[in-house]
């Protein structure tokens, strides 16, 4: 049954995404961290943690979605036909892949199939925007600052697939008694006061070879730059993700609470 009184939630919605991109990028700099420092205990508390809040935004997230799914628009014949095509699919399946995670999270399962989920649904969000964006006419009056939205969340579901990899695998190792980075040398010329770095230095009964007894080499376990690159676009992303809802909140509410028309989408 429909509803027969129209509810204008575009602001709920953007700080909605808002919050997701702040609580996910947070955790995600937390959790490159604890990948980078072998913390594994850390990061499942850290991982199951994080389950709550982004499961109370999720509940929220698909309540909404499924309400604007359902009832808008009222009329064909008033213009409005396919908005709830494109602010509300993209928002459902947002909704989807939060809860897919909390429930995944909390139970610490495996994350990488969550990553496949939000993978497709970041490649479809971005087509949304894209979409959008080259209509004729534009599906908002703010095409750019919506393009800008759609395209941050829908590349945060895109690098989140590899993210998960990672996670996924480090686990693994840690669960299978592996240590999931390899050795790493590094050495060191440490300086003497008054003498800067010291010259190769002769050592007592080592004929005429020369040793460098002031180098330093030290074996540690580093998780590999490459990877550490791989994982952190996934909080890049999801913060510019965050900045530009942040960004589509200030320049849509004044038009949606009155301050003037030519501000609201």
Same mark, same amino acid.
């Given at each position: 049954?429909?509803? +027969? $009184?129209?509810?204008?939630?575009?602001?709920?919605?953007?700080?909605?995404?808002?919050?997701?991109?702040?609580?996910?990028?947070?955790?995600?700099?937390?959790?490159?961290?604890?990948?980078?420092?072998? #913390?594994?205990?850390? %990061?499942?508390?850290?991982? &199951?943690? $994080?389950?709550?809040?982004? /499961?109370?935004?999720?509940?929220? +997230?698909?309540?909404?979605?499924?309400?604007?799914?359902?009832?808008?628009?009222?009329?064909?014949?008033?213009?409005?036909?396919?908005?709830?095509?494109?602010? *509300?699919?993209?928002?459902? =399946?947002?909704?989807?892949?939060?809860?897919?995670?909390?429930?995944?999270?909390?139970?610490?399962?495996?994350? #990488?199939?969550?990553?496949? @989920?939000?993978?497709?649904?970041?490649?479809?969000?971005? @087509?949304?925007?894209?979409? /959008?964006?080259?209509?004729?006419?534009?599906?908002? &009056?703010?095409?750019?600052? +919506?393009?800008?939205?759609?395209?941050? *969340?829908?590349?945060?579901?895109? =690098?989140?697939?590899?993210? +998960?990899?990672?996670?996924?695998?480090?686990?693994?190792?840690?669960?299978?008694?592996?240590?999931?980075?390899?050795?790493?040398?590094?050495?060191?010329?440490?300086?003497?006061?008054?003498?800067?770095?010291?010259?190769?230095?002769?050592?007592?009964?080592?004929?005429?070879?020369?040793?460098?007894?002031?180098?330093?080499?030290?074996? &540690?376990?580093?998780?590999? &730059?490459?990877? #550490?690159?791989?994982?952190? %676009?996934?909080?890049? @992303?999801?913060?510019?993700?965050?900045?530009?809802?942040?960004?589509?909140?200030?320049?849509?509410?004044?038009?949606?609470?009155?301050?003037?028309? /030519?501000?609201?989408?």
């Amino acid at each position: 049954m429909a509803f +027969t $009184t129209f509810f204008d939630d575009l602001a709920l919605i953007e700080v909605l995404l808002l919050l997701v991109a702040t609580v996910l990028a947070y955790a995600g700099v937390r959790v490159w961290w604890a990948l980078r420092s072998h #913390q594994p205990d850390s %990061l499942k508390r850290m991982l &199951k943690s $994080t389950a709550i809040p982004v /499961g109370v935004v999720g509940i929220i +997230t698909l309540a909404i979605s499924l309400w604007g799914e359902m009832t808008w628009p009222f009329l064909a014949s008033d213009g409005m036909a396919g908005y709830n095509i494109f602010f *509300f699919d993209p928002l459902l =399946l947002c909704g989807l892949v939060l809860m897919a995670y909390a429930i995944s999270a909390y139970m610490s399962l495996r994350l #990488q199939y969550v990553g496949v @989920f939000a993978f497709v649904a970041g490649a479809v969000v971005i @087509f949304y925007g894209w979409t /959008g964006y080259t209509a004729n006419p534009a599906f908002t &009056k703010d095409p750019l600052d +919506t393009l800008l939205l759609y395209a941050g *969340f829908g590349m945060a579901g895109v =690098l989140a697939f590899p993210a +998960t990899i990672i996670v996924d695998w480090y686990l693994s190792a840690v669960d299978a008694g592996r240590h999931p980075w390899k050795l790493a040398s590094t050495t060191s010329s440490p300086r003497v006061r008054g003498l800067g770095v010291r010259a190769v230095q002769p050592v007592a009964g080592a004929g005429n070879a020369a040793t460098p007894v002031d180098e330093l080499t030290e074996l &540690k376990y580093r998780m590999p &730059k490459v990877l #550490q690159a791989a994982f952190l %676009l996934f909080p890049v @992303f999801i913060a510019l993700a965050g900045i530009a809802a942040f960004w589509y909140f200030g320049v849509t509410l004044p038009g949606h609470l009155g301050g003037g028309a /030519g501000a609201a989408p």
